[in-house]
């Protein structure tokens, strides 16, 4: 007898919208290249354009200022790397696909630290921005709209407003924010945005990079005129549709965050009624209503995450990109918690199609993935 599974994994990737499966099928079938002058290149391009729309309206965008990119690695690093910045600013808790390309850039850059409760502290930012040498080069800081280990929503706004006044361009990895919260990128006054269509139930292998009227940036990749000549390549039109569906079906959805955070803070009841040994990591910050980041002092979460899945449970032991890798994840490190309590942790996290009965079962399965007899009810 095949075992039922239960997907708990949604910051991972999100399962295909029925929506974007459909809009891809279509696409298929419109097998014209978007830059052809044809009626074939025509009927490609129409598609490229309307998920444009769809994506935009999603993050209160305008769609030229969309830039459709192959996921939010490639546009994390045309955001970092798409100028010869002055210096950078950038969380010490940021997604790999943030801190890799800012750690090898030459530009002077400061680190911000990360308090206990996941926040990352901007208390020495104004004091950096006017510190930093004249130049007719802009800086840049980027902070992530939302952690992917921990939910915790960041202070976007307030660093945006903090370091207009000086000039810096800021940018935000949006990935698991957008679909989850609203994301207004017009509201946060950022000049750019890293969005990724599989973290909200599009196909893998497609994102964006939002650019601000007027945002200095120069084409990552040279070549052709695409993408307002910022990302030479023709176009994956059939991604870009599933993309542009999703889009518009995660913000119909986000009617939904009430059902979801109070499944989650049920979740999170449970856990704790059932199991007092098991430890809550972040939640005395402002979190994602999807995210739930739970250890087991003494246990290895990659241990915890191969019993689970032996139970039918799909979980991550911290970012998925990161699964296989031996060592403490860095935004726990950044955080300060406890090493016995960091290498224990599993992220659970929630997407639409979770149920109240996917939380007990996980309830369930957590208490005996961790040798710890569950209390009666």
Known sequence: MTLARTYLDHNATEPLRPEARQAMLVAMDAFGNPSSVH????????????????????????????????GATEANTFAINGRPWRALLVGNAEHSAVLAPARRSHAPRLELPCRSDGVQDLSGVEAWAAALPKSAQPALASLALANGETGVVQPVAD???????FGVVVHSDAVQATGRIVVDFRALGLSLMSLSAHKMGGPKGVGALIVRDGTPLEALLAGGGQESRRRAGTENVVAIAGFGAAAAAARRDLEHVARIRDLRDSLEAELVRTNPDSVLVATDAPRLPNTTLVAMPGKQSETVVIKLDLAGIAVSAGAACSSGKVGTSHVLEAMGVAPDIARGAVRVSLGPSSTA????????????????PAMAA
């Open 39 to 70: 009626g074939e290149g025509r009927a490609a391009r129409a598609i490229v354009e309307a998920a444009r729309e769809q994506v935009a309206a999603l993050v209160n965008a305008r769609p030229g200022e969309v830039v459709f990119t192959s």
């Open 357 to 372: 009965d996917d939380v007990q079962r996980f309830v369930a399965a957590w208490n005996a993935a961790t040798g710890r």
């Open 159 to 165: 660093l945006v407003a903090m370091l207009t006044p």
